[in-house]
């Protein structure tokens, strides 16, 4: 619990205290522009977007754009696996067996765009965490995101 308010209360603190809970959990909508970026990246690397596991990969971006910091095992897995009805162990799994399929048959000019090679020139598959990570990197921050809805 964050926040008890006795009844009676009057509606205006009623509706304040919900504006300001809801700004607080979700503080800039992702627009249909930061997706539409999001599958453009991904459509580029080579995703297939027919896959469950692209709808999550897709919403595991969205949420960590949203939540900067977030344990990927503690917090999103267990989120994306409800929304896509299943277990947050099947989600990360899906969405790692999904980075890796891609991470097979990819093209490296295009994915070295995305993720340079190491300092000995090796291209090596990135981990869930540091895929995530580096697609969060290239989107607008939620501050940004925030600007751009009023303009």
Same mark, same amino acid.
């Given at each position: 619990? +964050?926040?008890?308010?006795?009844?009676?209360?009057?509606?205006?603190?009623?509706?304040?205290?919900?504006? *300001?809970?809801?700004?607080? &959990?979700?503080?800039?909508?992702?627009?249909?522009?930061?997706? &539409? @970026?999001?599958?453009?990246?991904? $459509?580029? #690397?080579?995703?297939? $977007?027919? #896959?469950? %596991?692209?709808?999550?990969?897709?919403?595991?971006?969205?949420? #960590?754009?949203?939540?900067?910091?977030?344990?990927?095992?503690?917090?999103?897995?267990?989120?994306?696996?409800? /929304?896509? !009805?299943?277990?947050?162990? &099947?989600?990360?799994? *899906?969405?790692?067996?999904?980075?890796? +399929?891609?991470? @097979? /048959?990819?093209?490296? /000019?295009?994915?070295? #765009?995305?993720?340079?090679?190491?300092?000995? !020139?090796? %291209?090596?598959?990135?981990?869930? %965490?540091?895929?995530?990570?580096?697609?969060? @990197?290239?989107?607008?921050?939620?501050?940004?995101?925030? !600007? @751009? +809805? *009023?303009?």
């Amino acid at each position: 619990v +964050s926040y008890i308010m006795m009844r009676p209360c009057e509606i205006g603190a009623m509706v304040d205290r919900i504006q *300001d809970l809801a700004t607080r &959990s979700n503080p800039a909508e992702i627009s249909l522009d930061t997706v &539409s @970026q999001i599958k453009r990246i991904l $459509n580029r #690397l080579g995703f297939a $977007n027919n #896959l469950r %596991s692209y709808a999550m990969l897709v919403d595991a971006i969205i949420w #960590l754009a949203d939540h900067p910091g977030a344990f990927l095992s503690k917090e999103l897995y267990p989120v994306i696996g409800k /929304r896509h !009805g299943t277990t947050a162990l &099947s989600a990360e799994k *899906d969405i790692r067996m999904l980075i890796h +399929s891609t991470w @097979q /048959r990819r093209d490296d /000019r295009i994915w070295q #765009l995305y993720f340079p090679p190491d300092a000995q !020139g090796n %291209s090596i598959r990135p981990s869930n %965490s540091v895929f995530l990570a580096r697609m969060v @990197q290239h989107l607008p921050t939620p501050l940004e995101r925030a !600007g @751009q +809805s *009023d303009v």
